[in-house]
């Protein structure tokens, strides 16, 4: 039972990589990226139970948290770079978003 | 619920635990071939978000009806709540930030083009 979910969760994963090389965009590896660590969170957690040990769930917790913010930061990055890059270089008063 | 013995509540917990594992499995693949193959970057965060939220869900709440009420359901049902929240925010402030960025959205693509994977 836990196997099957797990070997979804691996195929799954195999097919987002897929999307994370070929996506022409670079919001389609940020969103890759994001997916492919829902899915690791899931695989984690299910691990934990297939041999057994409670403790890897805090481990998938941590790795979801971590997820968010590797997310948001990435995304606040490209919308820094942007502002500078469409100001023909010098950097712009910072946004006040 | 009450008059029926043992060994049955356990059997009907795992056959409930059985369904929403393959269940959750099953929509996480989706989720993965829609991300895939859909055009552009929005129908793909359509793709993801949407298969996300459920798959995740119900691969983690057929965790928790195995795990029983311990310690570990409460940590499976913060997983859940976190991946609730912030997975909807994550895709709206990526979505924002492509539009800003001038990602067109695609147009229909025409009938029997295949998409270009």
Known sequence: MYTLTAAALLVTMGLVLARAILGPTLFDRILATNAIATKMTLLIAVIGFL?????????????ALINYIATLA?????????????N?????????? | MGNRAPHQVAKMVDVITWVM??????????????ILRMPDVYTRLHAGGITDTLGAGLILVGLMTQSGWGGATIKLCLILAFLFFT???????????????????QPESKKGSSSKV
Do not use: M, W
């Open chain 1, 88 to 97: 023909n270089g010098e950097p712009r008063t910072p946004p006040s978003c």
């Open chain 2, 87 to 105: 997975n909807p925010t994550a895709s709206h402030l990526l979505a924002r930030t492509a539009l800003k960025f001038g990602v067109k959205p």
């Open chain 1, 51 to 63: 041999t057994d040990r409670p403790d890897f769930l805090d481990i998938a917790l941590l790795y």
């Open chain 2, 21 to 34: 594992l393959v269940l959750g499995s099953g929509l996480v693949l989706v989720g993965g071939i829609g």
């Open chain 1, 74 to 86: 990435a995304l606040r990055y490209v919308r820094a770079g942007q502002s500078v890059a469409s």
